[in-house]
Structure formats: structure tokens, C-alpha cells
């Protein structure tokens, strides 16, 4: 069964790093605005880590990152 957890902020510049929490491959990240609108989705494909570049405007965002048993959610402050 999927359930998703939340995780802590993160401020970032330009890019968006992360590793698989546990050890579950990571296999899409999207990304959403702060109304929730999803303006784009990175499929991966049995990742154990990311780096994404992230050409979005300065503002507050949120990825959605799946792994194979589960999904988390990020909170991302584009500075």
C-alpha cells in the first residue's frame, strides 16, 4: 500500500538533488506550483538518486517524488 510522507524544506538555486530515503528506487519527480499545479513530470527509471535542473521562477514549490513503494512530498523555495 502507497502512503505519502511529508519531508522538510529545502532552498535551492538552480538545482534539485535528493536521494531515495529508504531503499527504494526513485522513478518520477513532479513538480507543482504552489496551487498545485503540475508543471512537469521527470520519469526515472529506477533511480537511487536525482539532479534535476530547475528552470522554474524564484518562488515556492512542492515535488512529488515516487519511488517504487511509496511518495514524498518536498517543499522547494526557489531562491
Given at each position: 500500500m502507497n502512503r505519502?510522507?511529508?519531508l522538510t524544506q529545502t532552498s535551492i538555486v538552480d538545482i534539485l538533488?535528493?536521494?531515495?530515503?529508504?531503499s527504494s528506487k526513485l522513478?518520477?519527480?513532479s513538480?507543482?506550483?504552489a496551487s498545485g499545479?503540475?508543471?512537469r513530470t521527470i520519469p526515472f527509471a529506477n533511480a537511487t538518486g536525482l539532479e534535476i535542473q530547475f528552470y522554474e521562477p524564484k518562488g515556492i514549490?512542492?515535488?512529488l517524488i515516487g519511488?517504487?513503494?511509496d511518495f514524498?512530498?518536498?517543499k522547494v523555495v526557489k531562491q
Open positions: 505519502t510522507t511529508s538533488s535528493t536521494e531515495s530515503l529508504d522513478q518520477s519527480v513538480i507543482m506550483d499545479r503540475v508543471l514549490y512542492f515535488a519511488t517504487e513503494n514524498y512530498a518536498l
